[in-house]
């Protein structure tokens, strides 16, 4: 065998050895993609939750299971080197809370919807009594005031004051 040939081999098998050494190895763990969708849906069930509330909704249920898988995610990113099988599931879990959290919201921001209209309601209509009452004082107060008056006073004798 020539000199090159040699050489060329060389070059070969140390180019096998150093691609081999540098490739990861894949593993059946949770990939970026399973952990950008479960981000994604903690972000829409965030913005859910965030409408809800400002339409006047009780939000803190939800904020509990909002909480709850965003610590599953965090959770799946720690244990992603050491249990890939875990974190894929913890990952998996918290895109199902965040989806849930994200359907429960509407209800609750219909909900609060609902209790602000009716609380507009009921301070319309005791603004309305408020105001009927000012104008039946005004109206008729003093006939009622004059009668009341005169049933108080009904026996009173007025005497003569000589000076």
Same mark, same amino acid.
């Given at each position: 065998?020539?000199?090159?040939?040699l050489? #060329?081999c060389? /070059?070969? /098998? %140390?180019l =096998?050895?150093?691609? =081999?050494?540098t490739?990861? !190895?894949?593993?059946? @763990?949770a %990939?970026g @993609?399973?952990l950008e969708t479960a981000?994604?849906s903690?972000?829409?069930a965030?913005s859910?939750?965030?409408?809800a509330?400002? $339409?006047? @909704?009780?939000?803190? &249920?939800?904020v509990v299971?909002l $909480?709850t898988? /965003?610590?599953? !995610?965090?959770? &799946?990113q &720690?244990e992603?080197?050491?249990?890939?099988?875990a974190a894929?599931a913890? *990952?998996?879990n918290?895109t %199902? !809370?965040?989806?849930?959290?994200? +359907?429960n919201?509407s209800?609750?921001?219909?909900s609060?919807? /609902? &209790?602000r209209? +009716?609380?507009?309601y009921?301070?319309l209509?005791t603004?309305a009594?408020a *105001?009927g +009452?000012?104008a *039946?004082?005004y109206l008729?107060g003093d006939?009622?005031y #004059?009668r *009341?008056w005169l049933?108080?006073?009904? $026996?009173?004798?007025v005497?003569?004051?000589?000076?």
């Amino acid at each position: 065998m020539s000199p090159s040939v040699l050489w #060329r081999c060389r /070059i070969s /098998i %140390t180019l =096998i050895v150093l691609v =081999i050494s540098t490739t990861p !190895i894949s593993s059946h @763990g949770a %990939t970026g @993609g399973q952990l950008e969708t479960a981000a994604n849906s903690v972000n829409s069930a965030f913005s859910s939750v965030y409408y809800a509330e400002q $339409n006047g @909704g009780d939000v803190s &249920a939800l904020v509990v299971k909002l $909480n709850t898988a /965003i610590f599953l !995610i965090q959770k &799946a990113q &720690a244990e992603n080197a050491t249990d890939p099988d875990a974190a894929t599931a913890d *990952l998996s879990n918290a895109t %199902t !809370i965040a989806q849930m959290v994200s +359907l429960n919201s509407s209800s609750v921001s219909t909900s609060g919807s /609902i &209790a602000r209209q +009716l609380r507009l309601y009921e301070s319309l209509g005791t603004v309305a009594a408020a *105001l009927g +009452l000012a104008a *039946l004082a005004y109206l008729k107060g003093d006939r009622v005031y #004059r009668r *009341l008056w005169l049933y108080v006073y009904r $026996n009173h004798v007025v005497k003569k004051n000589d000076e």
